[in-house]
């Protein structure tokens, strides 16, 4: 099977499931949910800031769109 370049939402979807959903969600050994740490809570704040922090450095390294010249309108003059 051939390897897929996943899409931008989709890795962002994979990455938020492992940095986010994973550290909350967790569970010990009877699965049962383990109460939230404010570790824990940090630990998720950081890496969301840093995941924003890379997408807005990548958006400052994208080349710049040319934007177009502005049309000049000029109507039809009866002959």
């Not at 995941?51 to 000029?74: D, H, I, M, T, W």
Request: hydrophobic share 35%; charged share 35%.
């Amino acid at each position: 099977m051939s390897e897929q370049k996943l899409n931008y939402m989709a890795v962002l979807d994979q990455w938020t499931d492992a940095n986010v959903f994973a550290p909350l969600l967790s569970t010990n050994e009877e699965g049962e949910p383990e109460e939230l740490s404010e570790e824990t809570l940090e630990q998720v704040k950081k890496a969301i800031r840093e995941k924003v922090l890379e997408s807005y450095k990548n958006g400052l390294k994208a080349p710049r769109r040319q934007e177009a010249a502005p049309r000049k309108f000029a109507p039809r003059r009866p002959q």
